[in-house]
């Protein structure tokens, strides 16, 4: 079974501008969630979305959103980027929350310069 | 607010030797508290979890002590191998809130041949 996938890899960007962000969850999975990880903070919850719900939000800004798709696919939409907006943003999937395992993906590492 | 502060920030063990990684919390709400392994260029992996009505669970090498009056909880990794030098992550989580998870800081260990 494929794992869950972060595309892009990489990505370099300028104060001001808007990213996204997009994970494929593991099949079968209805729960996707987003964190950021930095070195200072450690991870960092973002919001999860469960059958294209958001069914819970972390303490970010405005700035950060996301939606999720009918295949579950998601994404992830930072406006107005800041240079401490650069991160590892991790996707992680799961059957349906709670004490689901939770698969996360290798990241998207985000650099803004 | 770190609702999870982990300690320490980095280990350095010897092979065979005994791995210990600190967490404690405030919350008293939480109920379920997971453990994650991270390699470099990778994302977390759950390794072990246990909920607040259990004082140890055992799977392998690795062993997770909670002490519900102390709000602490601990992992160890006995006969530590090269191969679990990572990063390891404590995780909290409140009931019905999905995959909401608070994550502390994290712990580099390194195992010295």
């Known amino acids: 079974k494929a794992g869950v996938t972060q595309t892009p890899r990489y990505l370099i960007k300028t104060r001001g501008q808007q990213v996204t962000l997009s994970c494929s969850p593991i099949?079968?999975?209805?729960?996707v969630s987003w964190y950021q990880q930095t070195p200072g903070q450690g991870l960092q919850f973002l919001f999860e979305y469960f059958s294209e719900t958001q069914r819970n939000k972390g303490n970010f800004p405005g700035r950060f959103s996301g939606r999720q798709f009918s295949n579950s696919r998601s994404e992830m939409n930072v406006s107005t980027l800041e240079l401490g907006d650069s991160a590892l943003y991790l996707c992680a999937s799961s059957l349906g929350g709670g004490e689901d395992t939770q698969y996360f993906g290798p990241g998207t590492r985000l650099t803004v310069l | 607010q770190q609702q999870v502060k982990q300690s320490p920030q980095s280990l350095i063990v010897q092979k065979g030797g005994i791995s210990i990684i600190n967490c404690a919390y405030e919350n008293t709400a939480f109920d379920y508290f997971p453990w994650y392994q991270q390699f470099p260029g990778k994302g977390p992996a759950l390794l072990i979890a246990?909920?607040?009505?259990?004082s140890e669970k055992k799977e392998g090498r690795f062993t997770i002590s909670f002490n519900k009056s102390a709000k602490q909880f601990s992992l160890h990794i006995m006969d530590s191998q090269p191969g679990d030098s990572a990063t390891y992550f404590c995780?909290?989580?409140?009931?019905?809130?999905?995959?909401?998870?608070?994550f502390g800081t994290g712990t580099s260990l390194t195992v010295i041949p």
């Open positions: 246990i909920r607040p009505d259990v």
């Open positions: 099949s079968g999975h209805r729960s």
């Open positions: 995780a909290a989580s409140l009931p019905n809130t999905g995959n909401q998870f608070y």
